[in-house]
């Protein structure tokens, strides 16, 4: 048996050396940068709280978060809400759901970079297919610029969210929606409860869990995503869609201010730290045995 | 239900699904469209739906050294490199993966829920907060600019899940196997791979197809960490479209589909692998 024992950490020993190296290292080395002051890149002594500080005081800051809010919030309740109409739908009987069921999941495997470079496309002001079926029916007088108006650019960025992220909240919410006893649904129809009745007082409270993991995972995927508005806007125009991830990004690889951007990056990992808590303490039953992506 | 609602139920779910479908499927459709159009095309109002001719003129120029709108970025290069990232840290990933998830499934020592429980959670702290430590320590490694450093830097961030995928698959499978394979003698580690590892090919096969889709779609890293034209990825090459404020969506159409080629590939082929990972992975009610 000590034979095994050596042999187990013998063999885990890749998987754990490999995360303290680029995972839980990097994470500790970004909070210590945050209380170090640093000028362009040169540290000049630990234990201040000055870059917090300038980063209160950066005039960009409260924008970030409120656009932020905007991104998670908005973004992880659209995503739900989409997610359970769709997962309702595919979870009906018949070959054409088992189709979509696989199809769906299409946006949720291609590289962000592709997603982002085609709703470009499609938003363009000038020649987006989207502006130009607007104006032709009528709908719109002049070519809408998505991107560019600063009010509708970071709503426009929760749409492509909810087509990239919301297929695999459909899918988990479709397979939750499947397993709901059928006898339940029976014994609801004969007391004659309606369709909406019975998902009401039967379906919903059957997810209820499901419902609820899913909602903290999907803000868990979206407080991580960077590429997508990286690539859509880049935080324009003029900061409009500029979010933590975005804003974390440019301070650091574009001004090299690594004080503010690192002390925006422990408010994000703060954040993430916090969603994940929730998380477990949801799954606490079966997080001995469970695990997520 | 009579037959004429039965009718209009079915005409009505019909109609859902179509709508679905092109919500999905419309996006990435008109993009890859968009690689076969000429530029006179692409540039009139409205645009053109169809293409006159399926013009491969697009493809050719990203594939020619002389054309100016790729910025000099030598495609093939770029694919390459890309390949080379993804394959080599799929290998590692399902190698070490394989050796770890076997040590979760099979053996008993302290601390083990406690480990994978960390490594799954250390996965969820990913985002651009990572991105400026990483940088330094890269720097600090004198890895930064090499596709090196990317394969190690993937595979650490793509092990914890492959390690939790094929530990999952490999606690499916009757200890039993292994006890009689052990009992005529052979060794532990001669039983792992003539009896287990064949039964947990499947979860093999799902943790290397969701490594190398990521790792074959990752942007972020990327663009930080390589800098000289001979290491870039091909995400780093659609996303260089970007800084060209031109209306030449042609090439951002044929770039683009040469990106999600692969994925699409991997996504059409391996469906029930890829599935399997998902939900496994996913919420249990």
């Not at chain 1, 998505?146 to 929760?158: A, H």
């Not at chain 1, 006893?181 to 014994?187: I, K, N, T, V």
């Not at chain 1, 007391?191 to 919903?204: H, K, L, N």
């Not at chain 2, 490999?170 to 060794?187: F, W």
Request: overall charge neutral.
């Amino acid at each position: 048996m000590q034979n095994d024992r050596l042999l187990a950490y013998f063999m885990i020993l890749p998987v754990v050396a490999a995360v303290l190296a680029f995972v839980v290292g990097p994470t500790y080395n970004v909070g210590t940068l945050s209380l170090t002051q640093v000028v362009m890149g040169q540290e000049r002594g630990f234990g201040t709280l000055g870059n917090f500080r300038a980063l209160i005081n950066d005039p960009v800051f409260l924008l970030v978060m409120k656009n932020t809010a905007i991104w998670i919030v908005g973004g992880t309740l659209a995503c739900v809400s989409v997610g359970l109409a769709v997962g309702t739908f595919l979870a009906i009987d018949s070959k054409m759901t088992t189709g979509l069921r696989a199809l769906i999941l299409l946006p949720w495997v291609l590289p962000d970079v592709v997603t982002a470079m085609a709703w470009k496309w499609m938003l363009h002001g000038q020649v987006g297919i989207i502006g130009q079926t607007l104006t032709s029916t009528g709908l719109t007088d002049e070519p809408i610029s998505f991107m560019g108006d600063p009010d509708l650019v970071m709503w426009m960025l929760v749409v492509v969210l909810v087509w990239r992220k919301m297929p695999l909240v459909a899918l988990i919410l479709c397979a939750a929606i499947r397993s709901v006893p059928d006898e339940q649904l029976e014994a609801a129809r004969m007391d004659g409860a309606t369709a909406f009745e019975r998902f009401r007082f039967v379906v919903i409270p059957n997810i209820a869990f499901s419902l609820t993991a899913v909602t903290v995972i999907s803000m868990i995927w979206i407080t991580a995503e960077f590429a997508l508005p990286w690539i859509m806007t880049g935080g324009g125009p003029a900061n409009a869609s500029q979010i933590m991830a975005t804003y974390i990004y440019q301070q650091s690889f574009e001004f090299f201010n690594w004080g503010v951007a690192s002390a925006m990056s422990v408010v994000n990992l703060v954040m993430l730290a916090s969603i994940v808590g929730l998380y477990l303490y949801i799954n606490r039953r079966s997080w001995a045995s469970e695990g997520t992506r | 239900m009579n037959e004429t609602s039965r009718t209009w139920y079915w005409t009505g779910l019909s109609l859902i699904g179509l709508v679905i479908a092109l919500y999905v499927l419309f996006p990435i459709f008109w993009l890859f469209l968009a690689s076969f159009k000429t530029q006179s095309e692409l540039a009139s109002l409205p645009v053109a739906f169809w293409p006159e001719s399926l013009t491969l003129d697009a493809y050719k120029a990203l594939f020619s050294p002389t054309h100016q709108k790729g910025q000099l970025l030598d495609w093939p290069q770029l694919i390459g490199n890309s390949f080379f990232i993804a394959i080599t840290s799929t290998i590692l990933v399902v190698f070490f993966g394989t050796l770890a998830g076997y040590a979760f499934a099979r053996l008993n020592f302290p601390g083990r829920d406690l480990i994978l429980g960390g490594l799954l959670i250390s996965r969820m702290f990913q985002g651009a907060a990572l991105l400026l430590p990483t940088y330094r320590l890269m720097n600090a490694l004198g890895l930064q600019d090499s596709l090196i450093g990317l394969v190690l830097l993937y595979s650490a961030f793509g092990l914890p899940f492959a390690t939790w995928i094929i530990a999952s698959s490999l606690r499916e499978i009757p200890r039993e196997l292994e006890e009689s394979a052990m009992m005529d003698g052979a060794s532990r580690l001669q039983s792992m791979v003539m009896v287990v590892l064949p039964l947990a090919t499947p979860a093999l096969i799902t943790a290397a197809m969701w490594h190398f889709v990521g790792a074959w779609s990752e942007f972020a890293f990327a663009s930080i960490l390589l800098e000289s034209n001979d290491t870039k990825t091909v995400t780093i090459g659609l996303a260089s479209f970007v800084e060209l404020f031109t209306l030449e969506f042609q090439f951002v159409g044929a770039a683009a589909t040469i990106v999600a080629l692969p994925i699409m590939l991997i996504f059409f082929f391996g469906q029930r692998y890829f599935t399997r990972g998902l939900l496994a992975g996913a919420v249990k009610g």
